[in-house]
């Protein structure tokens, strides 16, 4: 699952370890996003192609059609977006990118639930794999995006069983592509995803789990966890 996550850096140096060469729409702004906990419900700048140029727009996180009548969704399921009634039409014109330093998960043991980070062991940006109700340019608080999800394995396990799909560069600029078929999609998302020896993670406070709170602390590692 990815229900929470870090987004600290300014777009210009989201932008810069994506693709300095693609051409793109996108005003220019050296200030850091500095959102140290992004949570679904908020606005989220989203990194789309349009008339292969690209773009970056503020859209609601979390998915609701008219037929849906229950809490909207946060996340898609890679096993089954592509094919599902719900996903199936974004997977197909509504692919785009979220940029992130790492994602909260909480390790939960009984009723203690201790929340860690996790990131690029490297220090490098991420780029999620995200689907949403295109053209993102209009805006919508119920037909926004959800991030894209799969089976964690190895160690990323023991913190949760499931993680966004994180992709290199390379393959995030083939998954932005209106050119890239569903099937090249669904490939990409699986082959073109970093593994799980790419992250490291490390317990953060509680305070994480309120989404008022912003301060660069939340993402500090903290001693002593409680699970």
């Not at 220019?28 to 200030?31: G, I, K, Q, S």
């Given at each position: 699952m990815c229900g929470r996550f870090a987004q600290t850096l300014s777009r210009e140096e989201y932008l810069a370890a994506l693709d300095e060469t693609t051409e793109r729409d996108i005003a220019?702004?050296?200030?850091p996003l500095a959102?140290?906990?992004v949570a679904p419900g908020t606005s989220v700048l989203l990194l789309n192609q349009r008339d292969d140029?690209?773009?970056l727009d503020p859209v609601h996180w979390g998915y609701a059609p008219p037929w849906w009548h229950k809490t909207p969704l946060i996340n898609a399921r890679v096993e089954t977006a592509a094919t599902s009634r719900m996903f199936k039409p974004l997977w197909?014109?509504?692919r785009a990118i979220v940029f992130a330093d790492g994602w909260y998960e909480w390790k939960r043991d009984g009723d203690k639930k201790q929340?860690?980070?996790i990131h690029r062991a490297d220090g490098q940006p991420l780029f999620f794999a995200a689907i949403g109700k295109a053209?993102?340019?209009d805006g919508d608080d119920r037909e926004g995006f959800v991030i894209v999800t799969a089976a964690a394995d190895k160690g990323l396990i023991d913190i949760h069983d499931r993680r966004p799909v994180a992709l290199t560069a390379e393959a995030a600029l083939a998954w932005l592509s209106p050119e890239t078929s569903d099937k090249r999609a669904e490939t990409l998302a699986h082959d073109g995803a970093l593994g799980p020896d790419a992250f490291i993670w490390h317990p953060v406070d509680r305070a994480v789990g309120n989404i008022r709170n912003q301060s660069p602390d939340l993402l500090t590692p903290v001693d002593n966890p409680i699970v």
């Open positions: 220019f702004d050296p200030e959102r140290f906990n140029i690209l773009h197909q014109h509504g929340p860690y980070f053209p993102f340019e």
